[in-house]
């Protein structure tokens, strides 16, 4: 086996596991034991509907480690997620889900599509956290939707509505105490949330991934961006950004060198 498996293929370490989901940051393995699932996270970067798309050496490292971070976290608080174990430096154990089909996005500062849809100077602070549905479709470009759309359509009851806005709350207050706490403002991000059933009993927990992919997150001091932003607008290095929210959060050693070095084995 390679001794710093970063640079190992999805292939390499899967072969003996079936495949059950690609997308475009990360693949799905059927896992051990039924209802369970292995997540591997990609190096690959994609944005604007992967009409831009680039290979990040150590991306997937580090979003499976800040993923792990924040899902550990949550559970710690009652916030129930799909993540069980972190496996290796790319995998971690998963219960498997049903994906509700929405994009579910909470703003706190406005930024990105808000911006621009409704002529808010990026950077402006919302008065209220907003929670914002997208269709979850990328041919159609994941799609803004109202909670009437998805009632009509069965996406979601209004039960799973009422969870989902509370769940996404709670999720915003941990996630913005974390980056407060360590000089970073939370502007966004976008979360989504599967169905699980015990026996005849379902409930709502937060499944996918919570990383620097999938947040915006601003420098307090400098406002300088963390986030997939320095990706879709060539602000600079973005394994350089995200292993700065790692040191910062403590998911990597202050003096740690690239992620691309075994430093992060266990
Ligand atoms: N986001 C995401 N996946 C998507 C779309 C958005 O993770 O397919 C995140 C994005 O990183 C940001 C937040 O959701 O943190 C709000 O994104 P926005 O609607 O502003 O879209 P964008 O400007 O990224 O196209």
Same mark, same amino acid.
């Given at each position: 086996? !390679?001794?710093?498996?970063? %640079?190992? &293929?999805?292939?390499?370490?899967?072969? =003996? =596991?079936?495949k059950v989901y690609e997308g475009k940051a990360k693949i799905l393995y059927e896992g051990p034991e *039924?209802?369970?699932?292995?997540?591997?996270?990609?190096d690959d +970067?994609? +944005?604007?509907?992967?009409q831009k798309k680039d290979v990040v050496d150590g991306k997937g490292v580090l979003n499976n480690r800040l993923s792990e971070f924040f899902m550990t976290g949550l559970?710690?608080?009652?916030?129930?997620? %799909?993540?069980?174990? =972190?496996?290796?430096?790319? /995998?971690?154990?998963i219960r498997q889900v049903e994906i509700i089909p929405l994009e579910v996005v909470v703003r706190n500062v406005a930024a990105g599509s808000l &911006?621009? =849809? #409704?002529g808010i100077e990026e950077g402006t602070p919302l008065p209220r956290p907003i929670i914002e549905f997208c269709y979850k479709d990328d041919?159609?470009?994941? *799609?803004?939707? &109202?909670? /009437? %759309?998805?009632?009509a359509f069965g996406w979601a009851s209004q039960?799973?509505?009422?969870?989902?806005?509370?769940? &996404? #709350?709670?999720?915003?207050?941990?996630?913005?105490? !974390?980056?407060? +706490?360590?000089?970073?403002? #939370?502007?966004?991000?976008?979360? /989504?949330?599967?169905?699980?059933?015990?026996?005849?009993y379902q409930r709502l927990i937060l499944a996918d991934e919570i990383s620097p992919d999938s947040c915006r997150l601003w420098d307090i001091?400098?406002?300088?961006?963390?986030?997939?932003?320095?990706?879709?607008?060539?602000?600079?290095?973005l394994a350089d950004a995200y292993t700065e929210v790692a040191r910062r959060l403590g998911v990597l050693p202050a003096n740690s060198g690239p992620v691309t070095r075994p430093t992060l084995i266990n």
């Open positions: 086996m !390679c001794p710093d498996d970063t %640079h190992r &293929s999805p292939g390499d370490s899967m072969a =003996r =596991r079936k *039924p209802g369970t699932l292995v997540q591997y996270f990609k +970067a994609t +944005a604007f509907n992967a559970n710690a608080i009652g916030v129930p997620t %799909h993540f069980i174990r =972190r496996l290796n430096m790319r /995998e971690q154990l &911006s621009t =849809r #409704l041919k159609l470009g994941d *799609p803004l939707v &109202s909670e /009437e %759309h998805i009632l039960q799973d509505l009422d969870d989902i806005i509370a769940l &996404s #709350l709670r999720v915003n207050d941990f996630l913005s105490g !974390c980056m407060l +706490a360590v000089g970073i403002k #939370l502007v966004d991000f976008k979360i /989504e949330v599967g169905r699980i059933w015990d026996n005849d001091e400098t406002g300088k961006k963390l986030d997939k932003d320095v990706f879709r607008r060539d602000l600079g290095s």
